[in-house]
């Protein structure tokens, strides 16, 4: 774990990025489990010595994306192992996070885990995004809403956008071959609501993995 504990604690100052020492050991213990559970319920295919990077450090490049507040409520789509959901989640424990899957035994899994770690401003939900969207309870209601390697960018904007309140962001976590996926998607954006933003590069530590983050803000 020491040796973890520095690496995650490194590579979150190479990013620029600030999370607690507390915060950063929750993480680890998350990680401690997840490999214990995953050697009989496939969570994850990512190596255990790759966790912190291709994991963590990963899912807190969003918080380059997002603004820090009192009461923000953000929606992670299709968390599967808790990934972007739980590390925000423990980074920004004045939030409460959301994390959706169609997968009962995963939302079991991170829910559970979460707690186990001290992690408790978040909520498993478990379901399919294009139905939950039409809920009254989810569709509007959430400041930000991730999503990590779940599908194509025009579907996973159908998935996505509504679920943001007007003035909400949509962070779409992708790899090297997302212009491909945006191609034709503007028309698809206005349609929707949305109002095309930016599209941050972040490189993460240690590697020449480039992750990019694709904002989107519901109008």
């Given at each position: 774990?020491?040796?973890?504990?520095?690496?995650?604690?490194?590579?979150?100052?190479?990013?620029?990025?600030?999370?607690?020492?507390?915060?950063m050991?929750?993480?680890?213990?998350?990680?401690?489990?997840?490999?214990?559970?995953?050697q009989?319920?496939?969570?994850?295919?990512?190596?255990?010595?790759?966790?912190?990077?291709?994991?963590?450090?990963?899912?807190l490049?969003?918080?380059?994306?997002?603004?820090?507040?009192?009461?923000l409520?953000?929606?992670?789509?299709?968390?599967?192992?808790?990934?972007?959901?739980?590390?925000?989640?423990?980074?920004?424990?004045?939030?409460?996070?959301?994390?959706?899957?169609?997968?009962?035994k995963?939302?079991?899994?991170?829910?559970?885990?979460?707690?186990?770690?001290?992690?408790?401003?978040?909520?498993?939900?478990?379901?399919?995004?294009?139905?939950?969207?039409?809920?009254?309870?989810?569709?509007?209601?959430?400041?930000?809403?991730?999503?990590?390697?779940?599908?194509?960018?025009?579907?996973?904007?159908e998935?996505?956008?509504?679920?943001a309140?007007?003035g909400?962001?949509?962070?779409?976590?992708k790899?090297?071959?997302?212009?491909?996926?945006?191609?034709?998607?503007e028309?698809?954006?206005?349609?929707?609501?949305?109002?095309?933003?930016?599209?941050?590069?972040?490189?993460?530590?240690?590697?020449?993995?480039?992750?990019?983050?694709?904002?989107?803000?519901?109008?």
């Amino acid at each position: 774990m020491t040796n973890e504990l520095e690496k995650l604690r490194q590579e979150i100052h190479e990013l620029g990025l600030s999370v607690s020492e507390p915060q950063m050991a929750a993480l680890i213990q998350y990680l401690d489990i997840l490999e214990i559970t995953n050697q009989s319920f496939n969570l994850t295919r990512i190596p255990r010595a790759e966790y912190v990077t291709l994991h963590l450090l990963d899912s807190l490049s969003c918080l380059l994306e997002i603004e820090p507040g009192k009461d923000l409520r953000i929606l992670d789509v299709g968390t599967g192992a808790g990934f972007p959901g739980v590390p925000l989640a423990a980074a920004l424990p004045a939030a409460l996070l959301t994390l959706l899957d169609s997968t009962a035994k995963k939302v079991r899994f991170v829910t559970e885990t979460a707690k186990q770690c001290g992690i408790n401003n978040l909520i498993g939900v478990h379901g399919r995004a294009e139905l939950l969207a039409k809920s009254p309870e989810h569709r509007g209601a959430y400041d930000v809403v991730v999503s990590r390697a779940v599908a194509a960018y025009p579907k996973l904007l159908e998935w996505l956008l509504p679920f943001a309140k007007k003035g909400g962001r949509v962070i779409a976590m992708k790899g090297i071959g997302y212009l491909e996926e945006m191609q034709g998607s503007e028309e698809l954006v206005k349609r929707l609501g949305g109002q095309f933003e930016k599209i941050r590069s972040v490189r993460l530590p240690g590697t020449d993995i480039e992750r990019f983050l694709i904002v989107v803000r519901r109008g």
